[in-house]
Each structure stands twice: as structure tokens, then as C-alpha cells.
């Protein structure tokens, strides 16, 4: 094992082990390959599943794997033929039996930091489907919960808003203005700090990095 290999381990466990003191479950997997499998073996066959946007599944191919696994139901928005289609496969996601989403952020304390322009991901992270579970590159774990704000804000959401080609001021310098464009991504934010103790969030921590 590699410094680098060691190194994320132990900062996994800690993480893992601050999300058992917010009743959220944490499993840590070396690599993107490892998760995929990880989170397969979370959800029994015959499950149904949504995802909101992100480059992290899709580029880890998870969500690739998931179809080619033919054992889910599938409300898969990538799929919509229309904007009425994509909001019908939102509302969909509220009855699966599992969200999947990675994090614009995590602190080593266990918070978990997502930011939405629609507001339809982190409407259904915070309720409606049974379960949530969250895939997130070590990439993404940050010192504090104020650390992990800013990197939400300031490093992830200008990526996406280039990624997205959108109208605002962080895409034309790379850094968050704090914009209330109607073209922000950053309309709601959302932190988890704390659950019921009723397994509703898991956390897969990849010892990759894995998205913005
Ligand atoms: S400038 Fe606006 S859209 Fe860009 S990161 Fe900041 S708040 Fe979000």
C-alpha cells in the first residue's frame, strides 16, 4: 500500500467513525470498482433506485452498472425525453427505495454538504426515499464543516456552473461571487449533521478522487 493508499484509510475510518456517532453508516472502498460492488450489496435485487446529477456515478459507472445489472427499477433522468419527463422521474425518486447521490462536500466530522440549483436532490436526500446512499471520493472530505461549505461554494459549484455552460459569474472567473442569478446552481443548501437512528443514510467513502 502506497502512502497515498494508507493515508486515505485512515482518514475514512475517522470519517466513518464520526458518522456512527450521527447514526449514519460509513463503509470505505479503496477504489471506484470496489464501490460499485459495495453499493450493489446494499441494494437487494428487486429494489428500486434514483440518483440526482452527478459526475461521480455516472463517471465511476455506477449508474452503467446498475442498468446493466437488470435487477432494479430504474428512475433514471438521464433518460427524460422532455423537461415534463425529467420532472415526472423527480417526483419518482421520492417513492424509491434508494436515492443515490455523491456530496459537494464532507467535513471529518461527518456533515454532509450538498448544494442544488433545482432543488429536487436535495429535496429527496433529506426525505422521501427509503434510503440514501452516498458515494464520495476522499477528494471531497474537508477539515470542517466551514471548510466543507467553502468547498462546496467555492470549488465545486463554479466547475459545475463551466461543466453546465450557465450565465454566471463564476463561469466566466472561476470564482463563487455569491450571485443571485437566476442561472445559479446555488439556490438551497443542504447539510446533514445529525439522523434518526433508522440506517436511512450510508456513506461509501472511495479512496479515489472522484468528482469536483
Ligand atoms: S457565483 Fe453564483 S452560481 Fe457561481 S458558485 Fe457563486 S453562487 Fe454559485
Known sequence: MTPIEQRN???AGKVIKSLKTRHIDGYYCATAEEAIRQVMELMPAGSSASWGGSMTLRDMGLTKALHEAGCYTLFDRDLAQSPEDAQAIYRQAFSADFYLSSANAMSEQG?????DGNGNRVAAIAWGPKRVIFVVGVNKIAKDLDAAIKRARGTAAPINTVRLNRETPCTLDGVCHDCHSPNSICN????????YDNGRFCVVIVGEELGY
Open 188 to 195: 438551497q443548501i443542504h447539510i446533514i449533521r445529525n439522523s
Open 111 to 115: 456533515d454532509i454538504v450538498n448544494i
Open 9 to 11: 484509510e485512515l482518514l
